[in-house]
């Protein structure tokens, strides 16, 4: 059980945004992808769910999934959120989260996702999972609030919960913690540890080095969409390449 990306490059015009990445993660693993602005690390989700079409593959749990729409690799357990939250804000918090199960009612095997046997038990199960959802990420109090009364923190925590009731294996988080607050950091935090205690994969894009170091059992760091260093957090971040890319040559030594 992988989701595995091999070689992918993209160029936009004359910019090679991805030359050869690869990466991998495995259920209950978290994955820190790291970089300047402009590594390319959203380029790169954008290629694994199905965003864009890159050179190279990517497999999830044995299967080819290069050319797959968006809603179908959701199926086939990849969510993900955006850098910048994408919402309806006019709809309540608890119908933006609900949003998350689409994929599998358009596909109309939400039955047989959920266990279920008839839909008026399943709207209430639906339900009961998205508050159950908006509850973990802080956002309880909330739920029957436009998700335009929200903060932008708050939004991202939204996303999280959405992207978490579609039932992922594998989770692709974009800069979910940059505008939280000490007790939401702390709150993602545990909502992403808790993800991959239960069996999820997790990609974590993340500026702030600290945060994700903490969280993640492996680090990834792009720069100019190039692979510079992977593996162990504390390597990652003092490796002369990952060290040069934030802070200057002049700190290399
Ligand atoms: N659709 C596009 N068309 C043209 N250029 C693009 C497109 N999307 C991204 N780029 C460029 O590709 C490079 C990588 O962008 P990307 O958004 O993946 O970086 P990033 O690592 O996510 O940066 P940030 O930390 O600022 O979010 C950048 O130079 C960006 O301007
Ligand atoms: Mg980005």
């Given amino acids: 059980m992988t989701l595995s990306a091999r070689d ?3 160029r936009f015009g004359g910019l090679q945004a991805l030359a050869e990445v690869s990466l991998e993660v495995t259920p209950g693993r978290i994955l820190g992808l790291i970089g300047p602005n402009g590594a390319g690390k959203t380029t790169l989700f954008n290629c694994l769910t199905g965003v864009i079409q890159p050179k190279g593959t990517v497999v999830v749990d044995g299967v080819e999934i290069t050319q797959l729409r968006t809603d179908e690799r959701v199926r086939r357990g990849i969510s993900r959120t955006f850098q910048t939250p994408r919402l309806d804000m006019n709809r309540t918090v608890l119908d933006a989260v609900m949003l998350g199960y689409t994929p599998h009612l358009a596909q109309g095997r939400l039955a047989c996702f959920l266990g279920l046997p008839s839909v008026g038990r399943s709207e209430e199960h639906l339900r009961n999972g998205a508050i159950e959802k908006i509850r973990l990420l802080g956002l309880g ?3 029957e609030d436009r998700a335009g009364s929200l903060s932008l923190g708050q939004l991202r925590l939204l996303e999280v919960a959405r992207a978490l009731v ?7 988080l974009d800069e979910p913690a940059a505008g939280l607050d000490e007790s939401d950091r702390i709150r993602l935090a545990d909502a992403i540890k808790n993800a991959a205690a239960s069996g999820i994969g997790i990609v974590l894009i993340e500026h702030n080095v600290g945060f994700v170091s903490r969280l993640s059992h492996e680090l990834l760091a792009l720069v100019n969409g190039t692979v510079v260093a992977r593996g162990e957090p504390n390597s990652v971040v003092c490796s002369e390449k990952v060290v040069e890319a934030y802070l200057g040559p002049a700190y290399v030594h």
């Avoid at 579609?166 to 692709?172: E, H, M, N, Q």
């Fill in 166 to 172: 579609a039932g992922p294996r594998y989770l692709l």
């Fill in 8 to 10: 992918l490059s993209v």
């Fill in 141 to 143: 109090g909330a739920a």
